[in-house]
């Protein structure tokens, strides 16, 4: 299978490296100094939990242009910068798009990208179960196993499941299909905006620890609220119940 992996941040250079096998032909779209290390350097991940560097070359490109066809796009970047390649991916002719990351309107995003678009497109979202930090010389990669993939559809089946399972096939890294994909994201976004605001005030050091906990765990019932207030599950239900207990129970870690 032919890949692009559009964006070359932590997610999209694990991407990369998890789906380079020899059955599949992947490139990277990056830019700027990120692009300068992958080209002279190559793609070194430095993996925390197994103790392990890997460093590949993966062909790369700097622009998409419109006779640029894969059998799939990756997009991987922040939430802000999607609509920024809207433009880009509705000129180019691939027909198969994924959004891999946090989505607060996956459905406004698929419908933007729809309207401007003159060639069949089929999208779809994801999020990729792994974290990490880009450093000088290396990505620092924390992942669990092999790491994990979800995808899940806005509307109806996925019209190119086909190309996802045999990217997957041979590759270590697991693809799971969730159903109601998008009450999936909305419910992470709700669990994760509380979080990152909480570490950005403790960062700040004008805000004890204990004073902090006690204003993010009403966050995070009013989040979960307002979710299903607008017609949204919590998914899974059991999040809730696990984030409020390590708060409570360790919040010298927070």
Do not use: C
């Amino acid at each position: 299978m032919k890949i692009l992996i559009y964006g070359a941040g932590v997610q999209g250079q694990f991407l990369s490296h998890a789906l380079n096998t020899k059955e599949n032909t992947v490139t990277m779209l990056a830019r700027g100094k990120t692009l300068e290390q992958l080209n002279q350097k190559g793609l070194k991940l430095k993996h925390l939990l197994q103790r392990k560097t890997t460093i590949e070359y993966i062909p790369t490109i700097n622009t998409l242009s419109e006779q640029d066809i894969y059998d799939v796009i990756f997009v991987t970047m922040k939430y802000s910068d999607f609509y920024n390649v809207v433009p880009t991916l509705a000129e180019n002719k691939s027909q198969n798009i994924i959004f891999v990351g946090n989505n607060m309107n996956p459905k406004l995003l698929q419908k933007t990208l729809m309207q401007q678009s003159h060639h069949t497109k089929h999208i779809t979202f994801g999020f990729l179960m792994t974290g990490g930090s880009r450093e000088d010389n290396d990505t620092k990669i924390l992942r669990f196993n092999a790491g994990e993939l979800k995808v899940g559809n806005m509307y109806g089946d996925i019209a190119f499941a086909h190309e996802l399972n045999s990217i997957f096939k041979n590759t270590k890294i697991k693809l799971t299909y969730e159903a109601k994909f998008e009450d999936w994201l909305m419910s992470h976004a709700a669990s994760i905006l509380p979080i990152n605001m909480l570490f950005i005030l403790k960062q700040s050091k004008r805000h004890h620890t204990n004073d902090l906990i006690k204003e993010t765990i009403p966050a995070f019932n009013e989040m979960y609220q307002l979710l299903e207030h607008q017609g949204h599950r919590i998914r899974p239900k059991a999040q809730t119940i696990i984030i409020l207990k390590i708060l409570k129970v360790y919040p010298i870690y927070y």
